[in-house]
T-cell receptor, first 113, second 115 residues
Framework: AQSVAQPEDQVNVAEGNPLTVKCTYSVSGNPYLFWYVQYPNRGLQFLLKYITGDNLVKGSYGFEAEFNKSQTSFHLKKPSALVSDSALYFCAVRDRNTDKLIFGTGTRLQVFP | SQTIHQWPATLVQPVGSPLSLECTVEGTSNPNLYWYRQAAGRGLQLLFYSVGIGQISSEVPQNLSASRPQDRQFILSSKKLLLSDSGFYLC??????????????FGPGTRLTVT
């Protein structure tokens, strides 16, 4: 079965420091991977995706993600965190069999001033 | 560009009352449409999806139903709400002919509280 795991419920980082939000996946075949962000009482916003090509994917708001096939990971990164980056982040993978997105349980990012 | 609307934004309903949540998409044709529920600000549960008018697939047995009366309109309904129906309901859309664009785009959500 296709799945994604977000091992951290919460990540705390100081403003200006680099941030990483972790995601690992389990799929058959080549994965299609996605990151979303959700602010309180709002819908999910699409940040970036990996389909094929370069392992480093750049997305919205200065975020990027690194695809690592050997470690089956797709970690979200940002070189310098902002307080406004504080939100809930979801990793997702496309299930090729059902054509649906399988979402992780979410990681809450807290950036402290 | 495409936009997705949901209404109402918030709703408080008594147990046993009916429900109707509406979602519309603008700027695209024949989108795939999805209803999700998010409980306790965390995980997403896919409730229904639709690949065309009148075509609805249900993911979990429940007292909710969905309909797609028009190409870009998706409605979530219930005849009698339960306390457990409380949550944050999200509608999403995706291009049908993806060309690799499998990402879904979400609406602003409806916060439903059943009392």
């Amino acid at each position: 079965a296709q799945s994604v795991a977000q091992p951290e419920d919460q990540v705390n980082v100081a403003e200006g420091n680099p941030l990483t939000v972790k995601c690992t996946y389990s799929v058959s075949g080549n994965p299609y991977l996605f990151w979303y962000v959700q602010y309180p009482n709002r819908g999910l916003q699409f940040l970036l995706k990996y389909i094929t090509g370069d392992n480093l994917v750049k997305g919205s708001y200065g975020f990027e993600a690194e695809f690592n096939k050997s470690q089956t990971s797709f970690h979200l990164k940002k070189p310098s965190a902002l307080v406004s980056d504080s939100a809930l982040y979801f990793c997702a993978v496309r299930d090729r069999n059902t054509d649906k997105l399988i979402f992780g349980t979410g990681t809450r990012l807290q950036v402290f001033p | 560009s495409q936009t997705i609307h949901q209404w109402p934004a918030t709703l408080v309903q008594p147990v046993g009352s009916p429900l109707s949540l509406e979602c519309t998409v603008e700027g695209t044709s024949n989108p795939n449409l999805y209803w999700y529920r998010q409980a306790a600000g965390r995980g997403l549960q896919l409730l229904f999806y639709s690949v065309g008018i009148g075509q609805i697939s249900s993911e979990v047995p429940q007292n909710l139903s969905a309909s797609r009366p028009q190409d870009r309109q998706f409605i979530l309904s219930s005849k009698k709400l339960l306390l457990s129906d409380s949550g944050f309901y999200l509608c999403a859309w995706r291009f049908t002919n993806t060309g690799g664009a499998y990402e879904q785009y979400f609406g602003p959500g409806t916060r439903l509280t059943v009392t």
